[in-house]
Protein backbone atom coordinates (compact mmCIF):
# COMPACT_ATOMS: atom_id res chain seq x y z
CA UNK A 1 0.00 0.00 0.00
CA UNK A 2 1.64 3.60 -0.85
CA UNK A 3 -1.25 5.95 0.50
CA UNK A 4 -2.84 6.32 3.73
CA UNK A 5 -6.20 4.11 4.13
CA UNK A 6 -8.49 5.25 6.69
CA UNK A 7 -11.42 3.39 7.33
CA UNK A 8 -14.98 4.37 8.54
CA UNK A 9 -17.04 1.58 10.07
CA UNK A 10 -20.71 2.28 12.20
CA UNK A 11 -24.20 1.63 12.19
CA UNK A 12 -26.37 3.20 9.56
CA UNK A 13 -27.26 6.82 11.12
CA UNK A 14 -23.75 7.52 13.05
CA UNK A 15 -23.13 10.24 10.54
CA UNK A 16 -20.41 8.40 8.57
CA UNK A 17 -20.65 9.51 4.93
CA UNK A 18 -21.14 13.64 5.80
CA UNK A 19 -18.29 13.17 8.14
CA UNK A 20 -15.90 10.84 5.70
CA UNK A 21 -16.75 13.38 2.86
CA UNK A 22 -15.42 16.11 4.86
CA UNK A 23 -12.39 14.04 6.45
CA UNK A 24 -11.56 13.64 2.98
CA UNK A 25 -11.82 16.43 1.40
CA UNK A 26 -9.84 18.23 4.51
CA UNK A 27 -7.02 15.71 4.09
CA UNK A 28 -7.05 15.73 0.26
CA UNK A 29 -7.83 11.91 -0.04
CA UNK A 30 -10.74 10.17 -2.19
CA UNK A 31 -13.85 9.08 -0.45
CA UNK A 32 -15.63 5.61 -1.09
CA UNK A 33 -18.88 5.16 0.16
CA UNK A 34 -19.16 1.12 0.32
CA UNK A 35 -22.86 1.13 1.34
CA UNK A 36 -23.18 3.19 -2.27
CA UNK A 37 -22.20 -0.27 -3.93
CA UNK A 38 -24.30 -3.11 -1.85
CA UNK A 39 -26.90 -0.38 -2.88
CA UNK A 40 -26.20 -0.73 -6.73
CA UNK A 41 -26.63 -4.75 -7.04
CA UNK A 42 -29.92 -4.18 -4.97
CA UNK A 43 -30.77 -1.79 -7.57
CA UNK A 44 -29.57 -3.79 -10.54
CA UNK A 45 -31.23 -6.94 -9.09
CA UNK A 46 -34.55 -5.48 -8.72
CA UNK A 47 -34.77 -3.75 -11.99
CA UNK A 48 -33.60 -7.06 -14.05
CA UNK A 49 -36.34 -9.26 -12.03
CA UNK A 50 -34.16 -10.88 -9.90
CA UNK A 51 -36.09 -12.60 -6.75
CA UNK A 52 -34.91 -10.90 -4.02
CA UNK A 53 -35.36 -14.37 -1.76
CA UNK A 54 -33.25 -16.02 -3.74
CA UNK A 55 -29.48 -15.69 -3.27
CA UNK A 56 -28.51 -18.18 -5.83
CA UNK A 57 -30.50 -15.76 -8.63
CA UNK A 58 -28.58 -12.88 -6.80
CA UNK A 59 -25.28 -14.23 -7.07
CA UNK A 60 -25.93 -15.03 -10.42
CA UNK A 61 -26.88 -11.52 -11.22
CA UNK A 62 -23.54 -10.69 -10.60
CA UNK A 63 -21.95 -12.16 -14.30
CA UNK A 64 -23.80 -9.70 -16.24
CA UNK A 65 -23.01 -6.89 -13.85
CA UNK A 66 -20.78 -3.55 -15.14
CA UNK A 67 -20.65 -1.66 -12.08
CA UNK A 68 -18.64 1.04 -11.79
CA UNK A 69 -17.97 3.77 -9.11
CA UNK A 70 -16.09 7.03 -10.06
CA UNK A 71 -14.10 8.81 -6.85
CA UNK A 72 -12.86 12.07 -6.94
CA UNK A 73 -10.74 14.51 -4.57
CA UNK A 74 -13.56 17.40 -4.47
CA UNK A 75 -17.15 15.28 -5.08
CA UNK A 76 -19.22 13.36 -4.69
CA UNK A 77 -18.56 9.64 -5.63
CA UNK A 78 -20.72 9.00 -8.45
CA UNK A 79 -22.39 5.28 -9.94
CA UNK A 80 -23.08 3.67 -13.01
CA UNK A 81 -24.32 0.52 -13.99
CA UNK A 82 -24.02 -1.04 -17.50
CA UNK A 83 -23.05 3.05 -18.09
CA UNK A 84 -26.13 4.71 -17.19
CA UNK A 85 -25.64 6.66 -13.65
CA UNK A 86 -27.59 5.47 -10.93
CA UNK A 87 -26.13 7.53 -8.25
CA UNK A 88 -29.14 9.39 -6.86
CA UNK A 89 -31.66 6.31 -8.21
CA UNK A 90 -29.99 4.01 -5.70
CA UNK A 91 -31.10 6.11 -2.42
CA UNK A 92 -34.75 5.35 -2.30
CA UNK A 93 -36.52 3.66 0.61
CA UNK A 94 -37.43 0.98 -1.27
CA UNK A 95 -33.60 0.01 -2.01
CA UNK A 96 -32.83 0.90 1.36
CA UNK A 97 -35.30 -2.24 2.88
CA UNK A 98 -34.32 -4.42 0.02
CA UNK A 99 -30.59 -4.14 0.67
CA UNK A 100 -30.49 -6.90 2.96
CA UNK A 101 -31.33 -9.68 0.34
CA UNK A 102 -28.09 -8.33 -1.15
CA UNK A 103 -25.69 -8.11 1.50
CA UNK A 104 -25.73 -11.37 3.11
CA UNK A 105 -25.60 -12.94 0.02
CA UNK A 106 -21.58 -14.27 0.10
CA UNK A 107 -20.63 -14.12 -3.50
CA UNK A 108 -22.16 -10.29 -3.79
CA UNK A 109 -19.64 -9.37 -0.46
CA UNK A 110 -16.74 -11.14 -2.32
CA UNK A 111 -17.42 -9.36 -5.60
CA UNK A 112 -17.76 -6.25 -3.77
CA UNK A 113 -14.67 -6.60 -1.77
CA UNK A 114 -12.38 -7.16 -4.52
CA UNK A 115 -13.65 -4.31 -6.16
CA UNK A 116 -12.66 -1.91 -2.47
CA UNK A 117 -9.26 -3.66 -2.36
CA UNK A 118 -8.89 -2.81 -6.09
CA UNK A 119 -10.01 0.82 -5.95
CA UNK A 120 -7.63 1.02 -2.60
CA UNK A 121 -4.39 -0.51 -4.12
CA UNK A 122 -2.59 2.51 -4.03
CA UNK A 123 -4.40 4.22 -1.04
CA UNK A 124 -5.29 7.97 -0.74
CA UNK A 125 -8.52 6.69 0.29
CA UNK A 126 -10.83 7.58 3.23
CA UNK A 127 -13.88 4.58 3.12
CA UNK A 128 -16.80 3.84 4.41
CA UNK A 129 -18.77 1.20 5.75
CA UNK A 130 -19.54 -1.92 8.04
CA UNK A 131 -16.31 -4.23 7.24
CA UNK A 132 -13.87 -2.16 5.94
CA UNK A 133 -11.29 -2.17 8.94
CA UNK A 134 -12.11 -5.31 9.84
CA UNK A 135 -12.44 -7.34 7.06
CA UNK A 136 -11.47 -5.47 3.69
CA UNK A 137 -8.49 -3.10 4.71
CA UNK A 138 -7.11 -5.07 7.81
CA UNK A 139 -3.76 -2.85 7.10
CA UNK A 140 -5.26 0.47 7.01
CA UNK A 141 -3.31 3.53 8.59
CA UNK A 142 -5.98 4.72 10.66
CA UNK A 143 -9.36 2.84 11.59
CA UNK A 144 -12.13 4.57 13.05
CA UNK A 145 -15.84 3.11 14.76
CA UNK A 146 -18.46 5.50 14.70
CA UNK A 147 -21.29 5.29 16.71
CA UNK A 148 -23.82 7.10 18.39
CA UNK A 149 -27.03 5.84 20.58
CA UNK A 150 -30.39 4.27 18.56
CA UNK A 151 -32.52 6.65 20.03
CA UNK A 152 -30.31 9.40 18.57
CA UNK A 153 -30.10 8.00 15.30
CA UNK A 154 -33.51 7.34 14.98
CA UNK A 155 -34.61 10.95 16.13
CA UNK A 156 -32.28 12.61 13.63
CA UNK A 157 -33.59 10.28 11.01
CA UNK A 158 -37.10 11.32 11.81
CA UNK A 159 -35.95 14.93 11.77
CA UNK A 160 -34.80 14.24 7.88
CA UNK A 161 -37.77 12.35 7.19
CA UNK A 162 -40.33 14.69 8.14
CA UNK A 163 -38.42 17.90 6.68
CA UNK A 164 -39.48 15.51 3.29
CA UNK A 165 -43.21 15.43 4.54
CA UNK A 166 -42.89 11.99 5.43
CA UNK A 167 -45.53 11.04 7.59
CA UNK A 168 -43.41 8.30 10.00
CA UNK A 169 -43.80 8.69 13.95
CA UNK A 170 -40.15 8.58 16.07
CA UNK A 171 -41.37 5.08 17.04
CA UNK A 172 -41.49 3.60 13.43
CA UNK A 173 -37.96 5.31 12.33
CA UNK A 174 -36.76 3.86 15.72
CA UNK A 175 -37.95 0.00 15.08
CA UNK A 176 -35.98 0.60 11.70
CA UNK A 177 -33.06 1.61 12.82
CA UNK A 178 -33.28 -1.21 15.48
CA UNK A 179 -34.08 -3.68 12.76
CA UNK A 180 -31.28 -2.57 10.57
CA UNK A 181 -28.57 -2.79 13.36
CA UNK A 182 -29.71 -6.68 14.18
CA UNK A 183 -29.52 -7.76 10.21
CA UNK A 184 -25.81 -5.54 9.91
CA UNK A 185 -24.18 -6.73 13.30
CA UNK A 186 -25.32 -10.36 12.71
CA UNK A 187 -24.48 -11.02 9.63
CA UNK A 188 -21.81 -13.88 9.31
CA UNK A 189 -19.31 -12.17 6.91
CA UNK A 190 -18.78 -8.85 6.87
CA UNK A 191 -21.11 -8.13 9.28
CA UNK A 192 -20.88 -4.90 11.87
CA UNK A 193 -18.10 -5.10 14.34
CA UNK A 194 -15.26 -2.75 15.76
CA UNK A 195 -12.14 -4.12 14.55
CA UNK A 196 -9.80 -4.06 17.72
CA UNK A 197 -7.14 -0.78 16.75
CA UNK A 198 -10.09 1.24 15.86
CA UNK A 199 -10.87 4.08 17.37
CA UNK A 200 -14.18 4.67 18.79
CA UNK A 201 -16.12 7.75 17.76
CA UNK A 202 -19.29 8.74 19.84
CA UNK A 203 -21.15 11.07 17.32
CA UNK A 204 -24.66 11.22 19.83
CA UNK A 205 -23.25 14.79 20.90
CA UNK A 206 -21.42 16.04 18.11
CA UNK A 207 -21.44 17.48 14.77
CA UNK A 208 -20.55 16.10 11.82
CA UNK A 209 -17.54 18.74 11.72
CA UNK A 210 -16.49 18.26 15.11
CA UNK A 211 -16.55 14.58 14.24
CA UNK A 212 -14.54 15.19 11.02
CA UNK A 213 -12.21 17.36 12.95
CA UNK A 214 -11.29 14.67 15.41
CA UNK A 215 -10.11 12.76 12.07
CA UNK A 216 -7.95 15.22 10.84
CA UNK A 217 -5.99 15.87 13.65
CA UNK A 218 -5.66 11.78 14.42
CA UNK A 219 -4.72 12.03 10.68
CA UNK A 220 -2.26 14.49 11.57
CA UNK A 221 -1.02 13.21 14.70
CA UNK A 222 -0.48 9.58 13.78
CA UNK A 223 -0.20 9.68 10.24
CA UNK A 224 2.03 13.04 9.91
CA UNK A 225 -0.50 13.91 7.43
CA UNK A 226 -1.14 17.38 5.72
CA UNK A 227 -4.13 19.28 5.43
CA UNK A 228 -6.07 21.34 2.64
CA UNK A 229 -6.83 24.88 3.08
CA UNK A 230 -9.98 24.40 1.80
CA UNK A 231 -12.92 27.34 1.21
CA UNK A 232 -15.65 26.99 3.33
CA UNK A 233 -18.38 27.27 0.51
CA UNK A 234 -17.03 23.81 -0.71
CA UNK A 235 -17.11 22.55 2.79
CA UNK A 236 -20.99 23.34 2.92
CA UNK A 237 -21.52 21.90 -0.48
CA UNK A 238 -19.84 19.03 0.36
CA UNK A 239 -21.87 18.68 3.73
CA UNK A 240 -25.13 19.77 1.61
CA UNK A 241 -24.18 16.55 -1.03
CA UNK A 242 -23.53 13.85 1.58
CA UNK A 243 -26.54 15.14 3.49
CA UNK A 244 -28.89 15.28 0.86
CA UNK A 245 -27.82 11.41 -0.08
CA UNK A 246 -28.49 10.63 3.18
CA UNK A 247 -32.28 11.61 3.08
CA UNK A 248 -33.28 10.17 0.45
CA UNK A 249 -31.91 6.35 1.76
O1 LIG B 1 -24.05 2.91 4.35
P1 LIG B 1 -25.44 2.61 3.87
O2 LIG B 1 -26.51 2.86 4.89
O3 LIG B 1 -25.75 3.22 2.54
O4 LIG B 1 -25.42 1.03 3.64
C1 LIG B 1 -26.57 0.37 3.24
C2 LIG B 1 -26.51 -1.10 3.65
O5 LIG B 1 -25.51 -1.77 2.88
C3 LIG B 1 -26.16 -1.39 5.10
O6 LIG B 1 -27.29 -1.34 5.95
C4 LIG B 1 -25.58 -2.79 5.01
O7 LIG B 1 -26.62 -3.75 5.01
C5 LIG B 1 -24.92 -2.80 3.64
N1 LIG B 1 -23.47 -2.60 3.71
C6 LIG B 1 -22.67 -3.70 3.96
N2 LIG B 1 -21.32 -3.56 3.98
C7 LIG B 1 -20.75 -2.36 3.76
C8 LIG B 1 -21.55 -1.23 3.52
C9 LIG B 1 -22.92 -1.38 3.51
O8 LIG B 1 -23.19 -4.80 4.17
N3 LIG B 1 -19.41 -2.27 3.74
Avoid: W
Amino acid sequence: MSGNIITIDGPSGAGKSTIARLAALRLGLRYLDTGAMYRAVTYHCMHAGIRLDDPKAIAGALKGLDLQVELSLDGPMRVFVGGKEITDKIRTQEVTRNIHYVADVMEVRNFLVEMQRKIGENGNLVTEGRDQGTLVFPNASLKVYMFATPAVRARRRHAELQARGAETTYEEVLEDVSKRDYLDMGRELGGLKKAMDAVELDTSELSPDQVAESIVKLAKSRLKMQTRKIDKSALEAARRQAEEGKKQG
